[in-house]
Structures are given as C-alpha cells and as structure tokens.
C-alpha cells in the first residue's frame, strides 16, 4: 500500500516527520494530550514566532477554504485578541491552532466532521467559500497538504471545504467559552 494512503487512513507518520515538529501538537486525535485552545493557540504563535526570527522556514503556506462568514468571524477574533494582548496575532495562527487540534488524520473522522457541518448549516446551500493562504506548522501541513488528493482517492472530492471549515467553527466556539485570551507574552 501507498505510505500517503496509509498516513491518510491510519494518521500514522514516519519518525523523521516527529523530528521536524516536537513543539507543535500532531493534527490527530490520537496520541495527543488534550490542551486548550488557548494553550493552542499560544503554542501556534510561539512556534511561528520563532521559526520567522530564527528564519528557519519549516512552516509552509497551504491554501484553506472557509465559509466567508467564518473568515470575517476569525478575522474579528484576531483583532478583538491583538488589541487585547498586544501581540500581532495573524489569521494563521488561529488556523494552526485549530488544525493542530481538531483535524483528525483519517478520513472517516474527517467525514463525521464534514457531515456535523452540514448539519449544522441545516444541509442548504453552503456559500462558496473564501480561499486563502495561511503559514501552518509541519504537522498541520503533513495532514493537510495531501488532504483534497486523499479525499479524492476515496470518492469523497470536494469536501476538504467542509472539514476546514468545521475545524474552524469548533475552534473558534472553543475559544469564546474559554473567554478572553489569558497567556502570558
């Protein structure tokens, strides 16, 4: 079997991609402890913070797609924190954070996901989404760079759309119950 195929139906990933990214949580649901999304979040920044200074480039640019009510609710939320932390959050930050984790590495989960979105959304016409490009960490980009061809392979095309943005939308709810930002600079 294909070592992709297998990453993308087990989560399961190499020891050289562990050694990569040791600060960033796994983007799965296994093998992770449980931290808040503002603990997420707070790793999400730091880590990027210190790979641009130390110019290290292992975070990568992928395109993500989001309802466009979504990208103006996250847009909202990095204003609402930036100001109230002092701190220069960027979109990206929130969707690493997100990603890191809530996107589950297999399939079938990615589904449910997909599936509670629509749900969620009452199944109608979902507008189309706004795509953008955001600076993610090694482990989120290890999910999510194969995802669309993943997807494909299993007969599930265009859906990638769907679990993006129910990551995001649990991320953020996540967030609000949680209150306003609370980590240390």
């Known amino acids: 079997m294909d070592p992709q195929a297998t990453k993308a139906t087990t989560g399961a990933t190499g020891p ?7 600060a960033s949580p796994p983007a799965s649901g296994r093998g992770r402890r449980r931290v808040s999304a503002q603990q997420a979040l707070e790793t999400s920044w730091t880590e990027s913070t210190i790979d641009l200074r130390l110019r290290k480039k292992d975070w990568k640019t992928h395109a993500f797609r989001f309802t466009p009510d979504l990208v103006e609710a996250l847009g909202v939320r990095v204003a609402e924190d ?6 220069n959050f960027t979109a990206a930050h929130y969707v690493d954070a997100a990603m890191a984790t809530l996107l589950p590495a297999t399939i079938d989960e990615q589904m449910k996901l997909a599936e509670e979105f629509l749900r969620l959304m009452g199944a109608k016409k979902i507008p189309e989404g706004k795509q953008s490009s955001y600076r993610v960490s090694p482990a989120v ?3 999510a760079a194969p995802l ?3 997807l494909k392979a ?3 095309a265009r859906t ?6 129910a990551v995001l939308t649990k991320y953020l709810a996540q967030l609000r119950s949680e209150g306003p930002i609370k980590f240390d600079q």
């Open 16 to 22: 050289e991609s562990a050694a990569e990214a040791p």
């Open 82 to 87: 930036s100001a109230a932390t002092g701190l």
């Open 141 to 143: 980009h290890d999910v």
């Open 148 to 150: 669309s061809n993943h």
């Open 154 to 156: 299993a007969g599930r």
């Open 160 to 165: 990638a759309y769907h679990i993006y943005s």
